[in-house]
């Protein structure tokens, strides 16, 4: 009998890189929740990718400030959306090319979002202390599963999908008030659109047409085997 606790082990060995990120930026929240106001500034500008912080060392804000979030009661909404987006694109995709579509999507965002920060501010259309502005989050790796967990969906499903996630990360570049984080976002969404050659090989999920005479209904078939040389890979 399978229980609910195979049930979740199973779950979280077939995504392994989304809940090892997951748990890091648990133990960081906590850093973070229990750090004092004066030590909290100071990690949280530390470990940012902002202006300042590509300029004097640009690899290493790169990755740290993909394992920190600003605030931590938001680690709950964090966690649903890692099991909802990453860990089902990881299980479909497998580590390594949901590894790839993530990261990828976090640098083109950070540098194209910081490098249209700094344009503004040699126009004098924002001030210069932005260069210093906390730039931390995981927000721009979650767009990137969202753009291309749409071809895990058959069609005509993935329209509707896609359609929700273009409104929901386009609207804010079209509305006024475009922040440069917005911008980032739309820039992963479309890196994760762009990652569609990854998904070849993989089927969709969704439904299917069975014999004449019998119900339409979801195809077992549709969902991949997960690649048992998987098993043993080691996470990000």
């Known amino acids: 009998m399978v229980t609910a606790a195979d049930r979740i082990r199973r779950w979280v060995c077939s995504s392994p890189g989304t809940h090892i990120w997951l748990l890091i930026i648990g133990i960081t929240s906590l850093v973070i929740a229990a750090a004092s106001e004066g030590l909290e500034t100071f990690l949280l500008h530390r470990t940012s990718s902002n202006i300042h912080a590509l300029t004097k060392h640009p690899l290493q804000s790169l990755l740290i400030s993909g394992f920190w979030i600003e605030s931590p009661s938001s680690f709950l909404l964090y966690a649903v959306l890692f099991e909802v987006f990453h860990a089902n694109v990881e299980r479909w995709l497998g580590t390594l090319r949901w590894l790839v579509t993530v990261a990828v999507a976090h640098v083109a965002a950070t540098l194209i979002s910081q490098e249209v920060l700094l344009l503004s501010i040699q126009e004098h259309a924002v001030p210069r202390s932005m260069k210093h502005v906390v730039d931390i989050g995981v927000s ?9 967990l749409a071809y895990r969906l ?6 509707p999908y896609l359609l929700a996630v273009t ?26 659109l762009a990652c569609r050659p990854l998904a ?13 005479g019998q119900p339409v209904g979801v195809s077992r078939r549709a969902a991949p085997e997960r690649p048992r040389s998987r098993r043993s890979r080691s996470s990000p």
């Open 140 to 148: 721009y790796g979650l767009a990137a599963s969202a753009g291309v």
């Open 154 to 159: 058959a069609r005509p499903w993935r329209w």
């Open 167 to 192: 409104l929901f990360f386009g609207l804010p570049l079209v509305t006024g008030g475009t922040t440069y984080t917005d911008l980032g976002h739309a820039i992963s969404v479309a890196v994760g």
């Open 200 to 212: 070849r090989g993989r089927s969709p999920w969704g439904p299917v047409r069975w014999p004449r």
